[in-house]
């Protein structure tokens, strides 16, 4: 581990990059923009739409993130708290989505499509008729 | 008892009593698909497995047995399910485990685990509607002394006229005949049935499918229909309408119980 | 009392931190971190009073099964109230608040944290936040539980907004002081100060000040959302429109349960300092227990579901959730085993501090191995939301973490005010207190495991004898707490002069005590790590810092 | 909430307790990213419940998504990808020294802001008009299950991203201030990074969200 900690060393890099760099990240982002509104348009089914809208969108804020935030050439430090913090946000998508996914059917909302499990849904796809003749609860 | 164990033990089998739970602020009510309601006291066979679909009227709940050492949330507006075999008789405390306003201390209820014939003589006592061994539990009036679902549902569907479009017996209907179909799709074996629609697509004719035909039936018309029927939107309330599907539900030709629970296939181990 | 290294008497040093400035604006704006720490100090302990106030009345409460002196509404909001005051009030800023604002700088040889105004604000947005809790907690009421599950927090009339408002400030304050925190350890070491050379304490209120910049503002997002619904009526959680109070339940436990590590990770940086200066040994696996900190801080993150077992998740997800949580179990016992090695063999001086530290191995011991019961799946369903899981928090919240502040408190009193604590008095509170501890939540335990359910205001007859052994517990406990609050507040006034009286090669001790507003003269360079007690360094042996 | 960075006089003053320029700057780039951090997870939080409710109701997401104002979206995009360049651009000039270009250039994309402001104010009347109202939702053409479900998640990740975006003009502006009053140069620049980073973070919410609510 190094002695000295990162903020003592003399050798701080200051970037003279000229602006002309952001220019063509910023046109790399409208051509990303354009595109990602022209798959939307394409034919695809619904999943693929998503994946594709969420990789392009993904390509843009890493464009935005190295060059105009400068983590390219930002110490050791910046970049491990955005990694930590985009791996955490993984974490929640990964745990709560796999819940919501492999959830009893019936304790999904009352109409919602339920997720078709690999050994067929239960009896009850969209949950029983409301026995107790009740209104349902709520506003 | 490791995870793959409470895998199994969680799993209802697939011969399970359903009974409907809910969770109300500060009591717990009971449906039999039988057709008794009963307020605060939970009437079980012994040595038969039971589901409890569990719901909840207003906030969470969750409804606790410590003799089961069980506890499973009522959630509104869907069910949750919990199973157990009670092995023997007698009547346990039940408790309301998760905070649910004022009263939630008092908000208990009993399981009544009674033996297989005294359970029998007791639905039929419900059935028949008598007042005095009705299970009064709870505000009077809360509980309508009904009888059995299937054959209030038969009396509406009479009522409303549902009978003069769609048949309830085994009509010999030869495919493709006009003449000799009714206006309407048979109802006998319509339930858990995969149709065709106009439109192409086959869907699988559940509750959600029949109470949406009810209400609004030009939506999804049977392939082969002509989409004629009057909508019954306003005309038919909720228990009306839960006791004709219940009703569609129990015209079936060979009398089995609904199809088993497709769960993750485990075989369970020996029970308990 | 081993004698410190020079002879002569010590005098108390003329200029220190405490009279750089007597005037009260010096010290509601001061940015010393050092007086923001004794800002938190005061502020932390009146909420702790507060807290404590409102257990006692509970506890009175459950002494017969039906109502005893409160009503079901009054009881509801004093259970809420205590959760509310005890966890955001207390837990969470007082070891990195009082501690790690007093300690981590002067440990890491750094004139002040790296923001001394963002300090300042944290405190001051604790006090605002702190505020606004509790008028709207005692004003209007609230009566939802600290965990304002919805759909009942959302539909219940009480003051929830006003309340959720005041614990989102408070949230903003603890990521301040996190953020400060990481800050600091990263840039603000003394030359000769790498990862490896900082002290035990620093790595764990670094842990804790990772999980507060990374957990907390999912809270904010609840409390924001669920404040929303309650205020306007509409929101993500409501049934009726599909809304679905389980992914509720998610995203408050994916704050909760790394909260609840906020709270035990600073204890157990706190004990790792005790132990090293009570058995003046150096620490038994130096980088086991610094990197389990970091491991717990990263674990703490994929255990929330455990606290879902019951709540309609699913079985996938539960059993998941529920394996995964043990890791935190692996953290704990490396931190637990290399502790004792630390005490092994070593010269142990038996004071006040390590009694607590005595009653703390043993108690976290106990409540981690019922936590790791309580992350079975099969075994939680029976003891989920009973005074099982009540009995299991309080071990490790009231054992772990209020036994290691008070040990803090005893340890490093000369270092804060120069006064020595009366050893004799502080022994028989120790001892009281462990067993005032031991008699209120064991009986809870048995409690739990017979089924009576937590938040309950009357209970089935059959639990009475527990629920009374419990109160009376919970009344040595208070007097145990009321006996440490006399006799410090005496020894801050009468007591005589002390500077590290038992001889700890801690960093902190290397400043004169109480040190100076800029803790240093000369920015000291760092040849070895902390508690090196084999060879006598050289700025130890001549009495540089005396006055 | 921005650290405070050091006593602004004229010249740069290095707070007492910071060795050299440099490590003042990279504390306070550490403090800010740990700040995104928070933002990060904060957003993240809506996206989680974005994702669970288009699992529960994908048809009313789509049918959302379709009946949303795809022009309005499309233009708000473009116009913060835009005002990102200049303020990286403003972050370029004030750190070699030339301030009042960086003013400009900041001048520019608070504009470009409040336009983005001021379409994102026409959407929302616009929706109030059509009845998508949160809290009483009389919409006609989407009636699928979980339509109001859509436009609750619609109005609060587009209203709190407003919000941050409101923000990040209120910091803008005041280091455009600072810049007209010629206080940055090639040692001395951390507020301006500060305020370009943190409208970075805004533009990079805004750039998740925009596929997810319009086109998919």
């Given at each position: 581990?190094?002695?000295h900690n990162e903020a003592f060393r003399e050798d701080i890099k200051t970037h ?54 400068h983590?390219?050439e930002a110490e050791g430090a910046n ?61 | ?272 | ?186 840039t ?360 | ?19 050299t320029p440099e490590a003042h700057n990279h504390a306070?780039r ?156 090639a040692q ?29």
């Open positions: 581990m190094t002695v003279e990059a000229g602006a002309g760099r952001y220019f063509v990240i910023y046109v790399l982002l409208l051509i990303l923009t354009f595109g990602t509104f022209g798959v939307a348009k394409l034919p695809m089914s619904e999943p693929m739409h998503l994946a594709a809208a969420l990789l392009i969108a993904a390509c843009k804020a890493t464009l935005v993130v190295l060059f105009f935030m983590l390219l970049r491990a708290v955005f990694l930590v913090s985009i791996f955490f946000v993984g974490v929640m998508f990964f745990f709560i989505l796999v819940d919501t996914a492999h959830r009893f059917p019936l304790t999904n909302p009352q109409d919602s499509t339920t997720v078709n499990l690999p050994g067929g849904n239960p009896v009850y796809s969209n949950g029983p008729h409301d026995p107790f003749g009740e209104p349902t609860p709520g506003k | 008892m490791g995870y793959r164990d409470y895998v199994t033990i969680e799993t209802p089998p697939a011969d399970s009593m359903d009974i409907y739970v809910m969770g109300k602020q500060w009591m717990w009510k009971f449906a039999y698909p039988q057709g008794p309601n009963s307020v605060g006291v939970l009437h079980v066979p012994v040595n038969r497995p039971v589901r409890l679909l569990i719901t909840s009227r207003d906030v969470i709940h969750s409804f606790y047995v410590p003799a089961f050492r069980m506890k499973q949330d009522a959630v509104p507006n869907r069910y949750t399910q919990i199973s157990f075999t009670a092995t023997e008789t007698g009547r346990f405390q039940v408790l309301c485990a998760e905070y649910c306003g004022t009263n939630h201390s008092k908000m208990w209820a009993e399981v009544d685990v009674m033996t297989e014939d005294a359970f029998d003589t007791w639905i039929k006592d419900q059935q028949r509607g008598l007042a005095h061994r009705q299970d009064m539990g709870g505000a009077p009036g809360e509980v309508a002394p009904v009888a059995d679902m299937a054959t209030e549902g038969q009396k509406v569907a009479a009522e409303k006229g549902c009978l003069r479009c769609h048949t309830v017996d085994k009509a010999p209907m030869l495919a493709g005949a006009p003449s000799e179909q009714h206006i309407g799709p048979t109802w006998v074996d319509l339930y858990q049935r995969k149709t065709k629609l106009s439109s192409g697509e086959t869907i699988l004719a559940d509750e959600a499918y029949l109470t949406e035909s009810m209400m609004d039936p030009t939506v999804k018309v049977v392939q082969g229909y002509q989409p004629v029927m009057p909508s019954y939107q306003g005309n038919l309330t909720g228990p009306e309408a839960a006791a004709i599907v219940e009703y569609i539900k129990s015209l079936r030709s060979d009398r089995v119980q609904t199809t088993p629970l497709q769960g993750p296939t485990y075989e369970p181990i020996t029970n308990r | 009392m081993n004698p410190s290294p020079t002879a002569e008497a010590r005098v108390f040093p003329a200029k220190h931190y405490l009279n750089d400035g007597t005037t009260v604006r010096s010290w509601l704006l001061t940015v010393d971190h050092k007086r923001i720490a004794l800002l938190y100090l005061i502020s932390v302990l009146v909420a702790f009073a507060l807290g404590g106030f409102f257990a006692m009345l509970i506890r009175l409460e459950l002494l017969t099964p039906g109502p005893t002196i409160v009503g079901p509404l009054a009881y509801n909001r004093l259970f809420t109230l205590h959760g509310m005051v005890m966890i955001f009030l207390f837990m969470i800023p007082a070891i990195p608040g009082v501690f790690g604002n007093f300690m981590l700088p002067i440990m890491l040889g750094a004139k002040d944290v790296a923001f001394p105004k963002l300090n300042l604000l944290s405190w001051y947005l604790y006090i605002i936040g702190a505020a606004i809790l509790l008028f709207g907690a005692l004003h209007g009421g609230l009566d939802t539980g600290w965990t304002f599950y919805t759909p009942y927090s959302t539909t219940s009339s009480t003051a929830v907004s006003t309340c959720l408002l005041g614990a989102f400030v408070l949230g903003f304050s603890s990521i301040l002081t996190g953020l400060n925190f990481i800050v600091t350890t990263h603000l070491r003394a030359p000769g100060m790498g990862w490896h050379r900082i002290p035990l304490f620093v790595w764990g209120i670094y842990a804790t000040s990772v999980i507060q910049v990374l957990a907390t503002p999912v809270l904010g997002l609840v409390v924001l959302l669920v404040a929303f619904e309650h205020a306007f009526g509409f929101g993500l959680f409501d049934p009726a429109r599909g809304g679905d109070p389980i992914l509720f339940q998610h995203l408050f436990w994916f704050y909760s349960h790394p909260a609840v590590y906020i709270m035990v990770l600073p204890s157990m940086a706190v004990v790792s300092e005790v132990v090293c200066a009570y058995s003046r040994k150096n620490m038994f696996g130096y980088a086991a227990v610094a990197y389990s900190s970091i491991g717990i801080a990263l674990v703490g993150f994929f255990a929330w579901g455990h606290h879902l077992f019951v709540s309609g998740q699913s079985a996938f997800a539960a059993g998941m959730f529920g394996s995964i949580s043990m890791l935190v179990g692996v953290f704990t016992a490396i931190k637990v085993f290399n502790w004792v090695g630390t005490l092994y063999r070593g010269s142990i001086t038996f004071s006040a501090p390590f009694a607590y530290i005595c009653g703390f191995l043993f108690f976290v011991v106990f409540g981690g191995m019922t936590g790791v019961a309580l992350a079975t799946v099969s075994l939680d369903i029976a003891w989920t939301d009973t005074y099982f899981v009540i009995a299991h928090f309080h071990f490790i919240m009231v054992a772990a973490t209020l036994m290691a502040f008070l040990a803090g408190l005893h340890y490093w009193f000369p270092k804060m005010f120069g006064k020595k604590y009366p050893e004799g008095w502080a022994m028989l509170a120790s001892g009281i207190i462990i067993l005032g501890f031991a008699a209120t939540f064991i009986p809870q335990f048995l409690l739990g495991n017979a089924g009576m359910p937590r938040r309950y205001y009357e209970y089935p007859a059959q639990y009475q004898m527990l629920n009374v052994a419990s109160s009376a517990g919970a009344s040595l406990l208070a007097f145990g707490f009321t006996l440490v609050l006399i006799y410090l507040v005496i020894a801050l006034f009468q007591g005589e002069y002390a500077d590290n009286p038992v001889g700890s090669r801690g960093f902190e001790w290397l400043t004169q005590s109480p040190p100076i507003t800029h803790n240093f003269e000369t920015i000291p360079v760092f040849t070895h790590g902390p508690h090196e007690y084999q060879e006598v360094p050289a700025e130890m042996t001549e009495p540089s810092h005396a006055a | 909430m921005q650290p405070s960075a050091a006593a602004h006089e004229a010249e740069y003053h290095l707070p007492h307790h910071f060795s306070v550490l403090g800010m990213w740990l700040f995104l951090a928070t933002e990060i997870l904060l957003f993240a939080g809506l996206f989680v419940a974005y994702f669970v409710y288009r699992g529960y109701f994908p048809e009313a997401f789509i049918q959302g998504a379709k009946h949303l104002d795809l022009w309005a979206g499309t233009t708000n995009t473009v116009i913060l990808i835009t005002s990102s360049l200049t303020v990286a651009l403003a972050h370029h000039y004030a750190h070699t020294g030339r301030n009042r270009t960086a003013g400009w250039l900041l001048l520019v994309s608070i504009l470009f802001g409040l336009v983005f402001l001021v379409i994102k104010g026409i959407e929302y009347h616009h929706k109030f008009q059509e009845g998508a109202l949160p809290w009483h939702y009389t919409y006609s053409e989407v009636t699928v299950p979980g339509a109001a479900l859509f436009y609750t998640i619609y109005f609060f990740t587009t209203g709190l991203h407003a919000l941050h975006v409101c923000i990040g003009l209120g910091v803008l502006t005041w280091i455009m201030v600072r810049c007209f009053k010629n206080e940055f140069s001395y620049y951390a507020p301006v990074e500060l305020g370009g980073l943190y409208w970075h973070l805004v533009d990079l919410v805004w750039i998740f969200l925009y596929p997810l609510l319009y086109l998919v």
